[in-house]
């Protein structure tokens, strides 16, 4: 699993820091998106959406969500 710390990083920066990986999640892997900022949680599962990407999103302390993409 390949992890993207985000934290601190407003959008659109988080979506692109995801966009830049989509040949590896293409290939199988899977990414684990770290964030601080709960308007990227709801631009990547957009994002994610739009691409039909599997997704999960958790907020795994309060205001910290670790988002799993994969295809």
């Known amino acids: 699993m390949i992890k993207i710390n985000c934290m601190g ?3 659109p920066l988080p979506v ?3 966009r830049e990986k989509y040949p590896l999640i293409m290939s199988g892997k899977k990414i684990l998106l ?3 900022h ?4 709801q631009n990547i599962e957009y ?4 691409n039909n990407l599997e997704y ?13 993409v994969s295809k």
């Open 9 to 11: 990083y407003n959008c």
């Open 16 to 18: 692109i820091m995801l």
């Open 34 to 36: 770290v964030t601080d």
């Open 38 to 41: 709960n308007l990227a949680v």
């Open 47 to 50: 994002y994610c959406s739009l």
């Open 56 to 68: 999960k999103s958790e907020e795994v302390l309060k205001g910290v969500w670790e988002i799993t």
